[in-house]
């Protein structure tokens, strides 16, 4: 009986009947996902969006921490990496400005517009020549630089974690100074350089502190996740 005839004496039609199954099944297509259940005109979901970006990350890692990896990376390719660039131009210039403008009205803790000015300008060069190399280079190249730094990039990352313990110590060993100027003795550091000085520093930790936390979730998720599925 073919696909197209009705069942005699009446009995409910095949199931068959329903579906030209007849047809071959390169003809006949894959079932439709949900998203195209949903919107019969959209394209199907591509891998160079951030969902499948991070799906195909999962299936590729080989453990916890490649996923990480592999999710940090991504997300500092998004838009959120524009961001964080346009941060890291902004505060160096904010530590020149400060550093410059307040060089000698901080006698208490004279090394700490140093470090701002210093600090300021190292991170300026870093952005720099950054920008410069990702110009430069092809996609195969960035690629390649993900597994691999150049000696200077090295130099500056060293440096400046350096410079931001120094600054650290700097900073917090004259808590709280005295932001009086006319003191008898002369030590004293302005208001608005201290404060500025001590908050950028105590932000960072601060940041580094809820990634650590962001991670440590992570990859308690992750080990959860993966024992629930064995």
């Not at 004496?9 to 996902?33: C, I, K, Q, V």
């Not at 499948?52 to 890692?61: L, M, N």
């Not at 190292?122 to 993900?146: D, Y």
């Not at 650290?168 to 500025?196: H, Q, T």
Request: glycine letters at 8%.
């Amino acid at each position: 009986m073919s696909g197209g005839e009705n069942p005699p004496n009446g009995a409910p039609p095949f199931h068959h009947n329903f579906f030209n199954t007849d047809l071959p099944s390169n003809e006949r297509g894959e079932p439709p996902t949900y998203e195209e259940a949903i919107d019969p005109n959209a394209p199907p979901p591509s891998y160079d969006s951030l969902f499948g970006r991070v799906r195909e990350a999962q299936r590729t890692s080989k453990g916890v921490f490649e996923f990480l990896k592999n999710i940090l990376i991504i997300l500092l390719g998004t838009i959120g990496c524009t961001i964080i660039l346009g941060v890291t131009i902004v505060i160096p210039i904010c530590m020149i400005v400060m550093g410059s403008i307040y060089l000698y009205e901080c006698p208490q803790g004279e090394y700490i517009p140093i470090y701002l000015l210093v600090g300021g300008i190292f991170g300026i060069l870093k952005q720099l020549l950054h920008l410069s190399s990702r110009v430069r280079q092809t996609n195969t190249e960035r690629e390649e630089e993900q597994l691999r730094q150049s000696p200077m990039q090295t130099f500056l990352n060293c440096f400046m974690l350096g410079w931001f313990i120094i600054g650290s110590v700097w900073v917090y060993k004259e808590f709280e100074p005295n932001y009086d100027p006319n003191a008898f003795d002369g030590r004293f550091c302005n208001k608005s350089l201290y404060l500025f000085a001590f908050w950028l520093i105590t932000s960072v930790y601060i940041l580094l502190g809820i990634i650590s936390v962001c991670l440590c979730s992570l990859s308690i998720a992750s080990v959860v996740f993966n024992s629930d599925r064995c």
